[in-house]
């Protein structure tokens, strides 16, 4: 039988409450892992001739997901940080980004977008080998999870 999780391992991997926790490095991971999913999908199906405009459904998510960090999706269980008042505020005041705390996240998650695509496309063009990518994303996201979550993010150790 396998071993019953301690409260700390439930709490990393969101599970302390019915629903998926903020408070969770897995599961904001997750979601802003599953944003940079949906932009190669869209970007496929725009290389495929199915889809001209990817821009909106990409911002129609990342709306979704400014909701999701500010706490206004009860399918998610939070914290106070998770508020336009805390979050925020924390992004616009402390992390520079300008602009009004109300869609602070929404402008975070376009930049990360915006990065990924500066990854992804040259590798998309033979531009950037494949061994690179993982570990390029990897650290995108690790330090957008930092800036979502209040965490410091340590550049030194994605060596």
Do not use: C
């Not at 301690?6 to 990393?12: A, K, P, R």
């Not at 999908?41 to 909701?67: K, S």
Request: proline letters at 7%; zero cysteines; aromatic letters at 8%.
């Amino acid at each position: 039988m396998p071993p019953i999780p301690d409260s700390i391992e439930m709490t990393l991997l969101g599970l302390t409450a019915d629903k998926p926790s903020l408070g969770s490095p897995t599961v904001v991971n997750d979601l802003l892992r599953g944003l940079l999913k949906l932009v190669t999908e869209l970007r496929a199906e725009q290389l495929q001739g199915r889809r001209q405009d990817i821009l909106g459904p990409i911002q129609d998510e990342v709306r979704r997901l400014q909701d999701v960090f500010y706490g206004r999706d009860i399918r998610y269980a939070m914290t106070p940080w998770f508020s336009e008042k805390h979050l925020g505020r924390a992004l616009v005041e402390g992390a520079g980004m300008e602009g009004e705390a109300a869609d602070a996240v929404e402008r975070l998650l376009l930049r990360m977008v915006s990065e990924f695509l500066d990854i992804y496309l040259p590798f998309e063009n033979d531009e950037l080998p494949e061994q690179e990518l993982p570990w390029r994303i990897d650290a995108l996201v690790e330090f957008y999870q930092a800036a979502v979550m209040g965490l410091p993010y340590d550049q030194d150790d994605e060596t």
